[in-house]
């Protein structure tokens, strides 16, 4: 693999951010962002992405490379959670690994807009149907992970109303915003996006740069309260991410021959949703132990991944 590619990734401000959010919490600062600020710029994020890539999808015609691509983000996030489940329940109990399950085959936004921004170092451009894409794939596994735990729950059965918890995923704030975002970007012509790109162009780094310092700020602390659960799902938060990006950026390759589409798969498949799958689970399942699922997903994959994880998976999309 290309070190130089890593050292980029390293030494982005953007992670380095992240980094000084992390020996914040250490130290014991005071540093925080403000709840409304750190709101208001994570829906900044996902509207600004959505909005741009609804402008790119303007341009694109649909074709079976598209069809065949949305499928794809669909059995990636049906398929990790039934394979990992079964890896999940030989440590876990069953609530656990279901709601482990479904975070790892969903998707976190806020790791597809660093993947965005890597693809922008790495002079490639994003495809406007990927956003779609990464919208779609939200809900499939939290269908998954619920299925999965009324069929091997066997002390009792979970009485869930399925149509409540489908409707919520795709009513979440950040997947609504996304998708709401991307209809309007595919709608407004050229010189209409022109009057707002400033906003959802120019000023998109400086504001990643401060979302990424919150999200270290919350995974030090995350981190922190992680530790006495043991060896296993700290093994688990590492291995499966690389794993599962490293497959599907080969997989996806039967799809497509785009280096950029490929790595954006990779990193979605890598990725694990701390916002959607944890708002769901706590309706669906409350049994479900936030204090295990969420550190993984925000404080192990998530950094994993933002450093040697795309590195890696770029490199594989080359090969």
Known sequence: MNLDLLISNITNPAFLFFILGIVAVKLKSDLEIPPNSSKFISLYLLFSIGFKGGQELSHETLSMEILWSMLLGIAISLLIPFYTFFILK????IYDAGAIAAAYGSVSAVTFVTAVSYLDTQKLELHGHMVAIMALMESPSII???ILMSIYNKEENINTNKLSIVKHS???GSVLLILGSLIIGLLANAK?????KPFTNDIFKGFLAIFLLDMGITSGRKLTSFVGNG???FLFAIVIPLFNGCLFAFLSSFVTTDIANRFIFAVLAASASYIAVPAAMKIAIPKANPGLYLPMALAITFPLNITFGMPLYFYVCQL
Do not use: S, V
Request: aromatic share 12%; charged share 15%.
């Open 90 to 93: 030989r440590k876990l109990n």
């Open 144 to 146: 998954a992970g619920l």
């Open 170 to 172: 795709f009513t979440n």
């Open 192 to 196: 209409q996006a022109e009057g707002i």
């Open 231 to 233: 060896l296993f799902p």
